[in-house]
């Protein structure tokens, strides 16, 4: 331990050089730069929700409802149709659950979009109870054996896709949707004339 | 119940760190002593506040209390009583919780050690900037990454648990805590490295002070980084245990800065030389942990351990921002007067060799950094979205890894100040000479590649040099020459070799097949044999799994197995793997059979000398302590430089790696 070379430093002053201070400031600089770089970076989720799927047409989607009629997606063109995944163990799902409520009475009236629902690794007697609890009358198949979520690549719930009249997929989102996020997309969408 | 005791506790740490902080700040600016004997009490706030939200969620996740979200998010009535508890770091929240914890324990531990020194400006400024990160993690729990969240409406019955990867190897719960430990050790030199910068004390005082800290926090996130190289062999069924992915280069960036750091601050002890150096390697090792954690927390990287999306983010990336621009403002308001007094007199010498060891760690990190970031920087600039993958990150580290062996083997017997040739040869004559024996007994028994032959001939080099040093140490002062920094660090070289030359070998030597087995069929891969005997649905509470018996070399039979978790989607394969001290056969179920007796597909890998990377682990940790032990004091003003004569005394001091 040099303690005396330290106490040399101090009697000698330091030449009159700035190289410590212009390298700090370069670096700085540098780095001041890489930080504009990541903050303006887009989750990874975001960009994983562009799914090959986008501008293609959806996978055929249909199954029992709960009410024990048939559902189809093929049936509901002419509509925007929000296919949501969900399951009543999913917590975001309980969280986003009122948006889509809000969502689909806005649209009822018109017609013009509408919510169906593909249960996700859960069961028919679960989902009953949660929809019971909190509310909304939107078609929901079971997805037995999970072949829906795998045509549509969905990792886990919720994940939503945004379909338009002409049953093609516009649009991917994973984790919760909010009302006014999805009439955006809808009011997008419109304006694009699909 | 758990949900306002975890939120007063995280409100307490918080309110701690903040009133700890403006009253010590006032004391130092009043150069007020009560101030500062009053702010450093707030310690105990802040352990309490983090305890009693430890104990908080802890209890909430033991009850089941589905209320808090984070429970209903992580836990599940079926989940064994080890991963409910490791349930704590299964994802985001619960892991700024132990990362408080962690913190707080530092804290209490360094305050209690600067006791006597309390009224000392140094240990005032070292304080406050703890007290600032504390306020930080605290925060973020206060604010956007609130463990203790409750579910409003409909309590649900039971929860999903946590993340499959998350609750299928004992070892979760150990690796998360040790990287902890060690990420977080890193902010104590931190401190003290502001806290010099602050008041101008910018002798070697204050790196005396945090040499051994930085010390633990690098063994900590070393025996971190193994754990979790282990644990992802043993759960993840692909063979490997290194992928280059983000999160694993977040926890190796800072260890690089950390290592360059141990080594470097020897030639500044000894020859007062690389003081900005020094002091930036301990401001970037701390601010590389926090970016790593704004790469692996806020979602911007596809990771396999993103095991959650968050918003947490922003708030990171800000606190990198300040940590950045405090840190480079310091080193320019301050760094001039560093200026060191001595220079390198040859670059054959020990600090010769300390600098081209910096330099090289410096690449290592600059390269793994750059391979990390770089599809950020990419889309960035012209919207091109790539990865960067194991190849870019092998064929760059390669030349790098070589290079440091090669230093590691001769560094150890560098005189300080200038070696002659005679000297040199002397003394690297027998570990050379053992290298190349076993360089040419590798090439006789068949072994051929250039990169693994040239790793074992550097490895076993690098080897020779500190076992060298160890004998004569020990022959010297018996077993207390295997004790202090110099000895222990050279145990620590030995640690690496080891796991170099497995590294190599494994990536060199390894098989690997996949075979369709019907029930008693057997087949064949290097030297082992690999027998089906048939497949068994097993259930657990938390899981179902199909495992298949397959017997190895016509001994035991070990049980592959792909497992269903409840409300996962993808089923999890999980390896069983033999272990030798030669090789390891790695067995997985590739795909389990259509019908009961039907065929299965087994994979079969065969990886030689895995086991070492693992006993390579033990070693380092070894050396670690060893070289932590508080050892013969030496008199500060020790002469410096090397005496002319040969064998009178280990260099004091470790090597680079």
Known sequence: MSESASDVDVVVSAPRRHTARWAAITLGVVLLLFVAVLATRKSAADKQAESPLLGKPAPSLTGTGLDGSQVSLAAMHGKWVVVNFMASWCVPCRDEHPELVKFSQRHEAAGDAAVLGVIFDDTEPNVRRFFDQLGGSWPVVSDPGGRTALDFGVRGPPESFLVDPNGFVVWKGIGQVDANGLDKLVTQGKARGA | ?657
């Open chain 2, 1 to 657: 119940m758990s949900a306002i005791l975890g939120t007063a506790g995280v409100w307490l740490g918080l309110m701690g760190a903040l009133i700890g902080a403006v009253t010590l700040g006032l004391g130092l600016r009043r150069r007020d002593d009560s101030l500062l004997l009053a702010g450093r009490k707030y310690t105990w706030v802040i352990v309490a506040g983090a305890v009693l939200g430890v104990v908080a969620m802890e209890s909430a996740l033991l009850r089941h209390d589905f209320s808090l979200k984070y429970v209903a998010e992580n836990g599940s009535r079926q989940t064994p009583l080890l991963f409910t508890i490791t349930g704590m770091w299964s994802a985001l929240e619960g892991s700024i919780l132990l990362w408080a914890l962690v913190l707080s324990g530092y804290l209490a531990v360094m305050v209690r050690h600067f006791r006597k020194r309390a009224t000392d400006p140094l240990v005032g400024w070292a304080t406050l900037t703890v007290f600032v990160v504390a306020a930080f993690f605290f925060a973020l729990m206060a604010g956007p990454a609130n463990p203790f969240r409750v579910i409003h409406g409909a309590i649900p019955t039971n929860g999903p648990g946590p993340n499959p990867l998350l609750q299928n190897h004992p070892l979760v719960a150990f690796h998360p805590p040790m990287l902890y430990l060690g990420y977080v050790g890193f902010t104590i030199p931190f401190a003290f490295a502001v806290a010099a910068l602050v008041t101008g004390r910018l002798g070697e005082g204050w790196l005396v002070e945090t040499r051994r800290w930085t010390l633990f926090a690098w063994g900590f996130l070393t025996i971190g980084i193994i754990l979790g190289a282990w644990w992802s062999y043993e759960v993840l069924g692909w063979g490997g245990y290194w992928a280059w992915d983000p999160v694993e280069n977040a926890s190796f960036i800072p260890w690089l800065t950390a290592t360059a750091y141990l080594h470097s601050v020897m030639v500044q002890e000894r020859r007062g030389m690389l003081r900005i150096w020094n002091l930036s390697l301990l401001l970037a090792t701390f601010s590389l942990t926090i970016l790593g954690t704004f790469l692996t927390r806020s979602g911007v990287l596809d990771s396999v351990h993103s095991f959650t999306e968050s918003p947490i983010g922003p708030w990171i990336l800000t606190f990198f921002g300040l940590v950045v621009f405090t840190a480079v403002g310091l080193i320019a308001w301050r760094g001039d007067r560093l200026r060191s007094p001595g220079s390198i007199d040859s670059p054959v010498s020990r600090e010769g060799a300390f600098l081209a060891n910096n330099l090289l760690f410096a690449a290592f990190c600059f390269v793994v950094l750059l391979g990390t970031v770089f599809p950020l920087l990419a889309e960035a600039v012209n919207g091109d979205r790539l990865s960067v993958g194991g190849p870019y990150f092998n064929r760059m580290t390669t030349p790098i890894v070589i290079a440091l062996l090669f230093l590691m083997a001769i560094a150890p017997v560098l005189p300080w100040r200038k070696a002659s040739e005679e000297v040199l040869r002397k003394r690297l004559f027998w570990p050379a000479a053992t290298a190349t024996l076993v360089v040419v007994l590798c090439v006789a028994t068949g072994l051929r590649g250039l990169s693994p032959l040239v790793v074992f001939w550097l490895g076993t080099f690098a080897a020779g040099s500190a076992v060298r040093q160890l004998v004569l140490s020990a022959r010297r002062q018996g077993w207390r020459g295997l004790m202090g920094r110099a000895n222990g660090g050279m145990i620590v070289h030995i640690g690496v070799v080891l796991i170099a030359v497995a590294f190599a070998a494994s990536h060199a030597y390894g098989h690997s097949r996949e075979f369709r087995l019907s029930p008693g069929q057997s087949a064949h891969l290097s030297g082992h044999t690999v027998t089906y005997l048939g497949s068994d649905t097993v259930k657990a509470s938390n899981k179902t799994s199909v495992q298949a018996r397959v017997r190895v070399d016509g001994g035991k039979v070990y049980g592959p197995a792909i497992q269903q978790f409840p409300f996962a989607t993808q089923a999890i394969g999980s390896p069983s793997v033999k272990s030798g001290l030669h090789d390891d056969v790695y067995i997985t179920l590739a795909a389990a059979p259509d019908q009961t007796g039907g065929s299965a597909v087994i994979g079969v890998i065969v990886q030689p000398l895995i086991i070492w990377l693992w006993i390579g682990g033990a070693v380092i940790a070894l050396g670690t302590v060893l070289a932590a032990w508080p050892g013969r004091r030496r008199r500060p003003t020790a002469p410096v430089s090397a005496p002319v004569e040969v064998e009178t005394k280990p260099e004091p001091v470790g090597a680079p790696l």
